[in-house]
């Protein structure tokens, strides 16, 4: 299985400031996942980042808000902008890729918006 | 489209004892399955899966699962917990070869007393 990091691990942000969530995989992957558990709740994907292309959202997420680059095969970056308190939550990037049919977690990032 | 639905959100037990945590899904299509556990303030850790062949699946740290495809069902059991046992438990569903788009249940927090 890949090793994934994620920085930062956790933060406490104001509301209306930017924050960006960087996933680094040690090998090439096809495909990264961008997930939100918000706090009590499972796991809500937000969008797939293939290499490449642009981002595919998920139904109630858009770019404006969650931008996601995937500049090469090991790394994506997530930015949640302009930032309100419900956007509390961790944030946890996965990888999988074509006819890989298991997706592995990185340790997530736990964001808190005062 | 899938769906999963974890009957229990929490599972007290004590420790040595037996547990089984249930899952139930809904697909058109055909799946695979995946248990993953989250424990306190860490990331998701795949525990077992199922892609296709015996329906009965081993995983890590002594935990098996099994697939019972007429009661669209795949429990978590294991046969004694331990106190390191204490989690959340989420189970997943994807549509075989949809090469992602994991659903997630609502998660079952297992508690193991002394």
């Known amino acids: 299985s890949a090793v994934i990091s994620q920085k930062p691990s956790r933060d406490i942000c104001q509301r209306g400031t930017s924050l960006t969530i960087q996933c680094q995989v040690d090998?090439?992957?096809?495909?990264m996942f961008w997930y939100r558990q918000q706090p009590g709740q499972s796991l809500t994907l937000i969008a797939t980042a293939n290499q490449g292309s642009e981002a595919t959202y998920e139904s109630g997420f858009v770019i404006d808000k969650f931008p996601i680059s995937r500049p090469n095969l090991t790394f994506s970056t997530l930015t949640v902008s302009n930032m309100s308190p419900e956007d509390s939550s961790i944030y946890l990037c996965?990888?999988?890729?074509?006819?890989?049919?298991?997706?592995?977690f990185g340790p997530g990032t736990r964001l808190l918006v005062l | 489209a899938q769906s999963v639905t974890q009957l229990d959100s929490q599972v007290p037990v004590f420790e040595e004892a037996p547990v089984e945590l249930r899952c139930n899904y809904s697909s058109s299509v055909s799946v695979y399955l995946f248990w993953y556990v989250q424990y306190p303030n860490q990331g998701l850790q795949l525990l077992l899966k199922?892609?296709?062949?015996?329906?009965l699946v081993k995983g890590i740290n002594g935990f098996e699962a099994e697939f019972n495809k007429s009661q669209t069902s795949f429990h978590l059991r294991k046969p004694s917990v331990h106190i390191s046992d204490t989690a959340e438990y989420f189970c997943a569903v994807s549509g075989a070869g949809s090469q992602g788009n994991l659903i997630f249940g609502k998660g079952t927090k297992l508690s193991v007393k002394p």
């Open positions: 199922y892609l296709s062949g015996s329906t």
């Open positions: 996965s990888v999988g890729g074509v006819g890989v049919e298991t997706q592995y």
């Open positions: 090998s090439q992957v096809t495909m």
